[in-house]
């Protein structure tokens, strides 16, 4: 699904309202720089996935689910299993978003969860191995924005999280004659990691985490940060146009390192 080159535009009187309120530290949905919108998380909503979660961030609305298919490994990863994440831009989720191939926005999006979730090892991939070179599990982690007001990243990051999390792995056994088959059970998916990304934006010299799509057009740089259980940044992300000086990406980081552990603790806590 591809979206237009048009952004949202903003009215002269919302965005001066905005930059008023920004100086004061305070925000249009009435949050503090800092605050989240509120964050809601379902699980189990795709009755035929063999994992899924429904994250509602604000507005925002995202679906993952989780497909677990046995295939060939990667060439050069004969002892791992395989991960493959997809990101489907809804058209009734904004009106700039159009049928089509993926474009550059999806593919971003996509690759950003892919690699929260790869770099974290959230996902122990040497078991789901079932023949050594031959035939391994291959996890399909998918990704449809249902409705899109800002901070895409964050919402899918936290439902393909959850989705995993709650995933179930088919058993397959090996015959003595080499034959695959599968069995009628199901195990938890060999979780081991959990990472979080924190997504902040900039306005003039203001940065703002959970950004709206409003803030999204008025914000000069974008950056996500994700962390693993142990607060250790396993990926990053810049865009936009405009800069983060080295002082701001530091306290960038102490925010994303904080925000994190805060999400993890009231979503993740029995799993890291």
């Known amino acids: 699904m591809s979206v237009t080159s048009q952004v ?19 925000r249009l949905d009435g ?20 994992g899924s979660a429904l994250v ?31 990101a489907e831009f809804v058209p009734l989720a904004y009106k700039y978003f159009e049928p089509g ?16 979730i790869r770099e974290s090892k959230t996902i122990d991939m040497e078991k ?27 919402a899918a990051g936290l439902a393909a999280v959850s989705a995993i999390l709650n995933a179930k792995l088919p058993v397959y056994r090996v015959k003595e004659n080499g034959e695959v088959i599968k069995m ?7 979780v081991q990691n ?4 924190v997504t902040m934006v900039k306005i003039d010299d203001k940065i703002l985490v959970d950004p709206t799509l409003d803030e999204e057009n008025m914000a000069s740089a974008k950056l996500t940060i994700t962390l693993t259980k142990n607060g250790e940044i396993c990926a990053m992300q810049k865009s ?31 799993w890291c």
């Open 8 to 26: 949202e535009p903003l009215t002269k009187i919302k965005s001066k309202r905005m930059m008023k309120l920004l100086a004061s530290g305070k």
């Open 31 to 50: 949050r503090g720089l800092l605050d989240y919108r509120e964050i809601k998380i379902e699980n189990g909503v795709v009755e035929k996935a063999e």
């Open 56 to 86: 509602s961030m604000g507005n925002t609305k995202v679906l993952v689910g989780v497909k677990i298919e046995t295939g060939q490994p990667y060439p050069d990863l004969p002892n791992q299993g395989a991960l493959t994440v997809n």
């Open 101 to 116: 191939p993926p474009d550059e926005n999806s593919i971003e999006l996509a690759r950003l969860v892919d690699r929260g």
């Open 128 to 154: 789901l191995v079932i023949i050594p070179g031959k035939e391994v599990y291959v996890v399909f982690v998918d990704v449809y924005i249902l409705d899109h007001d800002g901070n895409l990243v964050d």
């Open 184 to 190: 009628d059970e199901y195990v938890p998916l060999p």
């Open 194 to 197: 959990c990472p979080i990304p």
């Open 240 to 270: 936009g146009l405009g800069a983060f000086t080295l002082d701001e990406i530091v306290e960038a980081q102490k925010i994303a390192r904080k925000k994190s552990s805060e999400i993890r603790e009231k979503f993740f806590r029995e």
